[in-house]
T-cell receptor, first 115, second 112 residues
Framework: DADVTQTPRNRITKTGKRIMLECSQT?????MYWYRQDPGLGLRLIYY???????NKGEISDGYSVSRQAQAKFSLSLESAIPNQTALYFC??????????????FGPGTRLLVL | AQRVTQPEKLLSVFKGAPVELKCNYS??????LFWYVQYSRQRLQLLLR??SRESIKGFTADLNKGETSFHLKKPFAQEEDSAMYYC??????????????FGSGTQLTVLP
């Protein structure tokens, strides 16, 4: 779904470097998420945001930070990258509301390699 | 704690054969379960959700609360079904916000 975009698509960096992964969406959704995907571990939630003023830690937030610059933008930062942060990172969005879980729409992923 | 288990990392079947991808969950609350699929070089997308009780691309999944399972089934597999499949559980996290947790995935290969 081209409504959710991620930049860069691939990134190689060195240990100790600070990097930022960006996510933009044109779906008008309030909720945005960052996941990482590792072989054999599936997807794990890093951070999520239910609106511009709401940021929440997910399952594995250590070593990461996020910024919700606008409804449409949600950035993930690695302050000091380490090799075990090498993974495929996905951004996702969903609508808001109470009750049942809203369908999430995923971006294409960013493949990060930390040397 | 909530958890989703997909016991098979890899599953191969022949075209036309039935296929079943297993998913078990643990959650003390009222579960909402989903199957997501990721085709080669495509992004992750929702395949189906249990509350809809729907059939998508010939796939069905029934929530069995007694066995805490949500297995994905298709009677006749097609080559285009080859993909990575993730089972996911929506649960109420601390602070009452709902979150989604994924299983580790099953790579399905349908052989000609």
């Amino acid at each position: 779904d081209a409504d959710v975009t991620q930049t860069p698509r691939n990134r190689i960096t060195k240990t100790g470097k600070r990097i930022m992964l960006e996510c933009s969406q044109t779906k008008g959704h309030d909720r945005m998420y960052w996941y990482r995907q590792d072989p054999g571990l599936g997807l794990r939630l890093i951070y999520y945001s239910f609106d511009v003023k709401d940021i929440n830690k997910g399952e594995i937030s250590d070593g990461y930070s996020v910024s919700r610059q606008a409804q449409a933008k949600f950035s993930l930062s690695l302050e000091s990258a380490i090799p075990n942060q090498t993974a495929l990172y996905f951004c996702a969005t969903s609508g808001s509301g109470t009750g049942v879980w809203k369908t999430q729409y995923f971006g294409p992923g960013t493949r990060l390699l930390v040397l | 704690a909530q958890r989703v288990t997909q016991p098979e990392k890899l599953l191969s079947v022949f075209k036309g054969a039935p296929v079943e991808l297993k998913c078990n969950y643990s959650y003390s609350g009222s579960p909402e379960l989903f199957w997501y699929v990721q085709y080669s070089r495509q992004r992750l997308q929702l395949l189906l959700r249990h509350i809809s009780r729907e059939s998508i691309k010939g796939f069905t999944a029934d929530l069995n609360k007694g066995e805490t399972s949500f297995h994905l089934k298709k009677p006749f597999a097609q080559e285009e079904d080859s993909a990575m499949y993730y089972c996911a559980l929506s649960y109420v996290a601390s602070g009452s916000a709902r979150q989604l947790t994924f299983g580790s995935g099953t790579q399905l290969t349908v052989l000609p």
